[in-house]
């Protein structure tokens, strides 16, 4: 059986998962390789700490996902397309590797980010 997401161990786990798959993903990919040239180094870290805040409640996290993303989105297309993508593989992602609480909670918040993400850009 799977365990749930408990430690800061399990957050880096999920989150390395993830964006390999990304990586490996011709939707989204492009995004990050081509168009932003993302630091992996210092992505991947945030990204800890952003979801170590969501679900651990860590407070690690600081800053503006919602205006990067409108911004992002001035450069290159982010559609409810690249969205659905971006979900379905955080879905699969949380589904492969974890079982629980913090499993189902983790996939309902990127839900709710995505479709706030998807409004604020489409009304930008
Ligand atoms: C179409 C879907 C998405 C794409 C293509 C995308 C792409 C990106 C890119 C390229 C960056 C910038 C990395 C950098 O500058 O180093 C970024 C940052 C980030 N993304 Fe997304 N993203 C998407 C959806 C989401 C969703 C749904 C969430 C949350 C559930 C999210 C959370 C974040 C966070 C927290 C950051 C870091 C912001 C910061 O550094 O302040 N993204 N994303």
Do not use: C
């Not at 964006?19 to 081509?34: A, G, Q």
């Not at 690249?82 to 699969?92: M, N, Q, S, Y």
């Amino acid at each position: 059986m799977k365990s749930d997401i408990e430690t800061r161990k399990d957050i880096e786990f999920l989150v390395n998962s993830f964006y390999d798959k990304v990586r490996r993903n011709p939707v989204l990919n492009y995004i990050f390789e081509d168009v932003v040239k993302v630091h992996w180094e210092s992505h991947l870290p945030r990204m800890y700490d952003f979801w170590g805040s969501i679900l651990l409640g860590e407070h690690s996290f600081s800053g503006n996902p919602m205006q990067k993303h409108v911004a992002l989105s001035k450069r290159t297309p982010l559609t409810e397309k690249e969205f659905e993508e971006w979900l379905r593989v955080f879905r699969e992602t949380v589904d492969a590797l974890f079982e629980g609480r913090k499993a189902e909670e983790a996939k309902t918040r990127a839900e709710i980010i995505a479709r706030l993400m998807l409004h604020k850009i489409q009304s930008a």
